[in-house]
């Protein structure tokens, strides 16, 4: 599957293929690109699937440097990206040569930011092996790193040049990684497309499964829905674009107070989607049928739905704290029904408590 | 005088009025940004502009924190942007609010990379205080840090809300500063403009005696030239913004062979001016007298055209390193005539030397 992302001189293609890290290559050289790539990948990562990409790239006539970054969110420092510029500097890349990150979203968010800034920008390709990162982190050209104080804070806008997507890494995930990545694609589902979501629902086994031509289809479906809110809103500007953003007011906040440990993203995004359900239900403008059936897919593909302990208080002070707010006020998406989405600005901190109190029950 | 930048979504007017410094809250006002400002300035600039600056804000109704930077080049490094991003945390700055710069073209490229990096993007409004800032740096979006081995190698594109020129700044300017500036004013004529250029023949004794009528005429024309090119090629993807680079190619080398500290970077233009003047000779494209008035008018405003010392291998390699080298390849833009230009790529070395030897002789 081909899923064009169309934003003028910027539009690239998202490629999903069963198969397709073994043919980085020849997807690469129709791109006009220089000869020199670096790779950016974690060491995990680059054991399991580095060979077959190197030599993909250096049989298309690529040369191919390797920079390794730590796993996971560790890798998305300053420190981190101020030695990939180092290493990027060392081996005379320039603006013509191509950054490709090979990995899960800390690694495309760390390596994006890097070609973001080194040159005023080179080009990017982002080679997502994670469901998370398939679905979501490696479309839409959001780049960064974290601030000691806020994750995310330092980043920049950034499309790739290629989104090279291979269903077959995710098979495997680990379990829990899995399943967390599923929360992003239910994101899609319930606000952007009812026909989707209920594919979903028809194919939990299948997913929970591993079916390649599921994932294929499922994970392409996704990635499809993401580029043509990226398509609308390319630097989120408007509204549209902060559909994608269902379930994370919520669910940033609730990784913020639970120390970034407690939880994966996605299963912090399964919890917001809840409290944002409910929320949407409480100012009378989405039926209990409707967050029903959300609870429900959450529940089949075993991302957690209620959650006890959390301090109401901390949640609204790191919802105050959102990159979204302007001048303090911050837009929560709310879904009306499924496949809908309307954007909210005033709702008031006992509505979004009585949301988050509906996360303890039963 | 209003000049116009043409970018889509991102266009924005460049501002050239006497004065205009006590006016900066006005005209920022109807730009419909967030009611929060960062001022970042170095303790010279803040001292001279900081206190009508803050009260032209303060009474269009935006808060305004200030943000101390070092002076000139040293503004530049990691350390002192990711103390600027801290300070932005500190004051929970939102992504609706603005990163105002004011100074010269060191404080505009720091402020400019931490704005463009904060949240993925803030609100940028350049208030450039010396020539070089206000008819170059401060246009066209170009943001950076330096790294330790490289000069402006970390940074990236982002265009300002507004760029407010008060050319009455330019009058207190050391001297040396001053005339430095004038070499990027003489570049924009000869590559762009004959009839600006001649005006510049004209009104060296005006422009000199730093003349109010003359220095708003000049610098506004200058701030238009580079406008005109930036609508047509905003991130340097075509040749027309290498127009820009006319007398930078050999003008950075001779900078970074000379430890940043024996010229300016006006007084390094000036001579890569005259070498790559030379060079279009040598090539064949250009007649002697083209040469002839580059080097008259330069030598007129009190800018250097002859240097002794200099290595050419080194700056040769240096060359080589050039930003815009695309795998190994360096182009160089040349002037054919006064007013026009021509970008070549496959400039032999000997006939880069033959040219650097110009340079040396009386």
Redesign the interface.
């Known amino acids: 599957m081909q899923i064009p992302v169309r934003l003028g ?1 910027r539009s690239y293609t998202i490629v999903v293929e069963p198969g397709s890290l073994a043919k980085l290559g020849d997807h690469l050289r129709p791109l006009g690109l ?3 790539t670096a790779l950016v990948s974690d060491a995990g990562i680059r054991a399991r699937y580095g060979g077959p990409v190197t030599e993909s790239l250096r049989t298309a006539g690529f040369s191919v440097v390797d920079i390794d970054v730590p796993a996971g969110e560790s890798a998305k420092t ?1 420190a981190v990206a ?1 030695a990939c ?2 290493a990027l ?1 060392d081996a ?1 890349l ?3 040569a191509t950054v490709i990150a090979l990995g899960g979203g800390a690694v495309g968010d760390v390596a994006g ?1 890097v070609a ?6 080179m080009n990017f390709v982002q080679v997502p092996t994670t469901v998370l990162a398939q679905v979501d982190a490696s479309i839409g050209g ?3 790193i974290d ?1 000691p ?2 994750k995310n ?6 499309q790739p040049r290629l989104v090279l997507v291979d269903p077959l890494t995710v098979v495997s995930l680990p379990d829990r990684d899995f399943r967390s990545g599923l929360a992003e694609i239910i994101k899609h589902g319930i606000v952007l497309d009812a026909a989707y979501f209920a594919d979903l629902e028809r194919s939990i086994a299948a997913m929970l499964g591993r079916d390649p031509g599921t994932l294929e289809r499922v994970i392409g479906g996704s990635c499809a829905l993401k580029a043509s809110v990226i398509e609308r809103d390319p ?3 408007a509204e549209i674009r902060y559909t994608l953003n269902y379930g994370h007011t919520v669910g940033h906040a609730i990784e913020a107070v639970t120390g970034y440990d407690r939880f994966t993203h996605g299963e912090a995004v399964a919890l917001g989607i809840v409290a944002e359900a409910h929320l949407a239900r409480r100012i009378g403008l989405a039926a209990p049928e409707t967050i029903a059936r959300q609870e429900a897919l959450l529940r089949a593909v075993g991302l957690p739905t209620r959650v006890t302990g959390l301090d109401p208080g901390r949640i609204l002070d790191a919802m105050a ?1 959102d ?6 006020r911050v837009p929560i998406v709310l879904a009306p029904e499924i496949g809908r989405f309307r954007v909210v600005y005033d709702v008031g901190p006992d509505q979004v408590r009585g949301a988050l109190s509906t996360l303890e029950g039963a």
Chains 1, 2 share one sequence.
Do not use: P, Q
């Open positions: 001189v220089g000869s020199k300053l101020s510029w180092d500097v005379k320039d603006r013509a930011f973001a800034t080194f040159m005023r920008g959001k780049t960064a601030h104080r806020a804070m330092i980043g920049s806008f950034h630097e989120e500007k704290r990159k979204k707010a302007r001048d303090g």
